[in-house]
């Protein structure tokens, strides 16, 4: 995927959608994972991990990094592992109360935004009201996404604020797939097409 189209908008139908990792999806970075996928087109796609944080570094040495100079931060915010991808390339993935003119709406609820400017407004305690730092991202070229969707890689499940904004992250991939009627301790190792 190239970098000019990660912000593309676009109205394919998986932007917007989560992806849940299938027991067989054996890549350690991604076991149990859920993305959100940001951007889908003919070129590839884009996502964001919710559910793995990066515990070596905290909001304040990353502004302190950013040389963002903040008097006091307001509220703590753990920082994610978006993906393997541009691990040093920050997004904000937030709520739409709160929208930048470098911002990308993913629908109506949602925003992905990544500028400086939003990390001094949330240092300051503005900003969105839910929000999720992430570093690095998920990509994927044209068709791989479709193909590992074909291969029983990755559910396909409709977003929810509540779960993309979720505070117990460790419980995330059980919770989507509860919500979605299904027992994780019955999901099979071996799949297949009738």
């Known amino acids: 995927?190239?970098?000019?189209?990660?912000?593309?908008?676009?109205?394919?139908?998986?932007?917007?959608?989560?992806?849940?990792?299938?027991?067989?999806?054996?890549?350690?970075?991604?076991?149990?994972?859920v993305i959100l996928?940001?951007?889908?087109?003919?070129?590839g796609a884009m996502g964001l991990?919710?559910?793995?944080?990066?515990?070596?570094?905290?909001?304040?040495?990353?502004?302190?990094?950013?040389?963002?100079?903040?008097?006091?931060?307001?509220?703590?915010i753990p920082i994610h592992f978006g993906g393997p991808v541009e691990m040093g390339r920050g997004f904000i993935l937030h709520s739409t109360d709160y929208l930048h003119k470098a911002s990308v709406k993913i629908n109506e609820d949602i925003a992905l935004t990544a500028t400086v400017d939003i990390l001094n407004e949330i240092a300051s305690g503005h900003g969105p009201q839910k929000k999720i730092l992430a570093?690095?991202?998920?990509?994927?070229?044209?068709?791989?996404?479709?193909?590992?969707?074909?291969?029983?890689?990755?559910?396909?499940?409709?977003?929810?604020?509540?779960?993309?904004?979720?505070?117990?992250?460790?419980?995330?991939?059980?919770q989507v797939l509860n919500k979605m009627g299904i027992d994780p301790e019955l999901l099979s190792l071996e799949s297949g097409h009738a």
């Open 1 to 33: 995927m190239n970098k000019n189209s990660i912000f593309s908008s676009s109205t394919d139908v998986l932007t917007g959608k989560l992806l849940v990792a299938m027991p067989q999806l054996m890549d350690p970075r991604f076991t149990h994972a």
């Open 37 to 43: 996928v940001c951007g889908h087109d003919k070129q």
């Open 49 to 76: 991990v919710l559910n793995r944080l990066i515990d070596s570094l905290t909001l304040q040495e990353l502004l302190d990094q950013l040389n963002i100079q903040t008097p006091l931060i307001k509220e703590e």
């Open 135 to 174: 570093l690095g991202y998920t990509g994927w070229s044209a068709g791989q996404l479709e193909t590992e969707l074909q291969q029983n890689s990755w559910l396909l499940v409709e977003a929810d604020l509540d779960l993309i904004f979720t505070k117990e992250l460790e419980l995330l991939w059980k």
